[in-house]
């Protein structure tokens, strides 16, 4: 059926042999649609703006090409301030679809990439099974290919990379930040995995079964498996700004594995910030939401420079 590229949330056939749609892209808000192009009643004619462009890429790796949703400003040449905006799971996928995040980092002048690493839904099995390089090493692994591919187009720029995630996406940022270093220049992770034998000993059945299939055994049974994919095991080694935003009814990321986190950060003498919430994992009240919005963009802003370093001027000529 000819639709527009970008992702249908629903749809639903009607009577007269036409086609009613929800469809959205990176950019536009979710609308409702008809395929024979009727107009459909009650649509607003407000708009909200839409501020970047988007693109698909693919970057080339071990186990098939790795698919970047990337949205850049529409009103500025590149390169840009990068985030990548790691998504949850690792069972999930991010799509062609409207994302307020998106937008705002985009009308703030960033650049975003959205990367459906491995492991990610949507590409078939072997893709959702595919760790060959380590619980969390693997999904590092793609960022970090998909940055330099980045970089190398011409939409980032070296200096002025970040990474922003939550919950799985959260573990991956702190993950990358810990095991890389030199690559990212802010970090925001939000209600995020931090230590992962921590995490076993305080989280709900249903997640130490997913974490026992995951890493091949308990913490009592493989510790080093679960010291290999624990951000608290390389935390001492990061050297960029990082905001850690953690809830103290959090029964999925519990909060005593983050403070096992923060400890690390303490006790290696690395710069950091912590926000806590009065909230569970998934829940937030709007003014959390806001909250959190706005205490990651301003904190993402300030690691992330607008425009290139500026060189020093010259000095005045002499007056004879």
Same mark, same amino acid.
């Given at each position: 059926?000819?639709?527009?590229?970008?992702?249908?949330?629903?749809?639903?056939?009607?009577?007269?042999?036409?086609?009613?749609?929800?469809?959205?892209?990176?950019?536009?808000?979710?609308?409702?649609?008809?395929?024979?192009?009727?107009?459909?009643?009650?649509?607003?004619?407000?708009?909200?703006?839409?501020?970047?462009?988007?693109?698909?890429?693919?970057?080339?790796?071990?186990?098939?090409?790795?698919?970047? &949703?990337?949205? #850049? =400003?529409?009103?500025? *040449? %590149?390169? $840009?301030?990068?985030?990548?905006?790691?998504?949850?799971?690792? @069972?999930?996928?991010?799509?062609?679809?409207?994302?307020?995040?998106?937008?705002?980092?985009?009308?703030?002048?960033?650049?975003?990439?959205?990367?459906?690493?491995?492991?990610?839904?949507?590409?078939?099995?072997?893709?959702?099974?595919?760790?060959?390089?380590?619980?969390?090493?693997?999904?590092?692994?793609?960022?970090?290919?998909?940055?330099?591919?980045?970089?190398?187009?011409?939409?980032?720029?070296?200096?002025?990379?970040?990474?922003?995630?939550?919950?799985?996406?959260?573990?991956?940022?702190?993950?990358?930040?810990?095991?890389?270093?030199?690559?990212?220049?802010?970090?925001?992770?939000?209600?995020?995995?931090?230590?992962?034998?921590?995490?076993?000993?305080?989280?709900?059945?249903?997640?130490?079964?997913?974490?026992?299939?995951? &890493?091949?055994? #308990? =913490?009592?049974?493989? *510790? %080093?498996? $679960?010291?290999?994919?624990?951000?608290?095991?390389?935390?001492? @080694?990061?050297?960029?700004?990082?905001?850690?935003?953690?809830?103290?009814?959090?029964?999925?990321?519990?909060?005593?594995?983050?403070?096992?986190?923060?400890?690390?950060?303490?006790?290696?003498?690395?710069?950091?910030?912590?926000?806590?919430?009065?909230?569970?994992?998934?829940?937030?009240?709007?003014?959390?939401?806001?909250?959190?919005?706005?205490?990651?963009?301003?904190?993402?802003?300030?690691?992330?420079?607008?425009?290139?370093?500026?060189?020093?001027?010259?000095?005045?000529?002499?007056?004879?």
């Amino acid at each position: 059926m000819p639709t527009p590229e970008g992702s249908i949330l629903a749809a639903s056939p009607t009577a007269g042999g036409d086609v009613h749609y929800i469809w959205t892209d990176a950019v536009t808000v979710p609308r409702a649609m008809s395929l024979s192009g009727a107009p459909l009643p009650g649509q607003s004619q407000w708009r909200v703006p839409r501020f970047g462009h988007r693109r698909d890429l693919w970057t080339p790796g071990p186990d098939g090409p790795v698919h970047t &949703f990337v949205t #850049t =400003p529409a009103d500025r *040449p %590149g390169p $840009y301030p990068l985030v990548f905006l790691v998504h949850g799971g690792p @069972a999930d996928h991010d799509r062609d679809a409207y994302d307020p995040m998106v937008q705002t980092l985009v009308g703030s002048g960033l650049a975003v990439a959205r990367v459906n690493y491995r492991g990610s839904t949507g590409y078939g099995p072997r893709w959702r099974s595919a760790y060959s390089e380590g619980v969390g090493h693997t999904q590092v692994a793609d960022l970090v290919r998909v940055r330099a591919d980045l970089l190398e187009r011409g939409i980032g720029r070296p200096g002025a990379v970040g990474l922003c995630g939550t919950s799985w996406g959260g573990y991956l940022t702190l993950l990358a930040m810990g095991t890389r270093p030199g690559l990212w220049d802010v970090g925001v992770a939000v209600k995020p995995l931090a230590d992962c034998a921590t995490a076993f000993r305080y989280s709900t059945p249903a997640l130490q079964a997913l974490d026992t299939s995951l &890493f091949g055994g #308990t =913490p009592d049974e493989v *510790p %080093g498996a $679960y010291a290999h994919a624990s951000p608290s095991s390389y935390a001492a @080694a990061i050297r960029s700004p990082l905001l850690v935003v953690a809830a103290r009814r959090d029964a999925k990321c519990p909060p005593e594995q983050i403070e096992a986190y923060l400890a690390v950060l303490r006790a290696g003498g690395v710069p950091h910030e912590v926000m806590w919430l009065d909230s569970g994992h998934d829940g937030y009240d709007g003014a959390d939401h806001l909250a959190v919005i706005r205490r990651s963009l301003a904190f993402l802003g300030g690691g992330l420079p607008s425009g290139p370093d500026q060189a020093e001027p010259p000095p005045p000529p002499e007056r004879r």
